[in-house]
T-cell receptor
Framework: EPEVTQTPSHQVTQMGQEVILRCVPI?????FYWYRQILGQKVEFLVS????????KSEIFDDQFSVERPDGSNFTLKIRSTKLEDSAMYFC?????????????FGDGTRLSIL | GNSVTQMEGPVTLSEEAFLTINCTYT??????LFWYVQYPGEGLQLLLK?????DKGSNKGFEATYRKETTSFHLEKGSVQVSDSAVYFC?????????????FGKGTKLSVKP
């Protein structure tokens, strides 16, 4: 069964540094998402992406964050200048055509640790 | 705004016990409801879903019924196994006018003892 893959599984970065989290969504999917989960807290929506542009974003997704689909397969989340509070598990998800009630498929996540 | 509330964990059960994990939601419109499961060291996997009132989602012996009158989507299983030990997340998607962004509950950790 096709799956969403994320790399790296764990990223350790110094505060203030840029970090790029990578995702390869399921190949025929059209809608892409990033979520994050701070340790012990709920999974929170960050951003959705469709047709090569951001569809929706949450309050968390400020100017330090950006997303890109640089080619036909990758979907990246960049944090420009990381802060301690960016430490979290970041999940990428994708879904196919059809209405928004179709389920999203998630990757295994990238654990980001900011020192 | 839309929100999901699920029972606090952890929940510890013996094998073959009956499981209920409560989930209630607040939403405008007509959301779709989901249960996702996260096994240790893995990502979120869809367990089941229901897209309209009175729908029952089911998978792997788990069931949940979309109750609009009580705004609930409780997860149940008649006889749990050790392999069901995981974190369970209730979530909703506001299908109208959005890209289906999911709103999650905090998650409930289930531990099943042999």
């Amino acid at each position: 069964e096709p799956e969403v893959t994320q790399t790296p599984s764990h990223q350790v970065t110094q505060m203030g540094q840029e970090v790029i989290l990578r995702c390869v969504p399921i190949s025929n999917h059209l809608y892409f998402y990033w979520y994050r989960q701070i340790l012990g807290q709920k999974v929170e929506f960050l951003v959705s992406f469709y047709n090569n542009e951001i569809s929706e974003k949450s309050e968390i997704f400020d100017d330090q964050f950006s997303v890109e689909r640089p080619d036909g397969s990758n979907f990246t989340l960049k944090i420009r200048s990381t802060k301690l509070e960016d430490s979290a598990m970041y999940f990428c998800a994708s879904r196919g055509q059809g209405n928004s009630n179709q389920p999203q498929h998630f990757g295994d996540g990238t654990r980001l640790s900011i020192l | 705004g839309n929100s999901v509330t699920q029972m606090e964990g952890p929940v510890t059960l013996s094998e073959e016990a009956f499981l209920t994990i409560n989930c209630t939601y607040t939403a405008t419109g007509y959301p779709s409801l989901f249960w996702y499961v996260q096994y240790p060291g893995e990502g979120l996997q869809l367990l089941l879903k229901a897209t309209k009132a009175d729908d029952k989602g089911s998978n792997k012996g788990f069931e949940a019924t979309y109750r609009k009158e009580t705004t609930s989507f409780h997860l149940e299983k008649g006889s749990v196994q050790v392999s069901d030990s995981a974190v369970y997340f209730c979530a909703l998607s506001d299908g109208r006018g959005s890209q289906g962004n999911l709103i999650f509950g905090k998650g409930t950790k289930l531990s099943v003892k042999p």
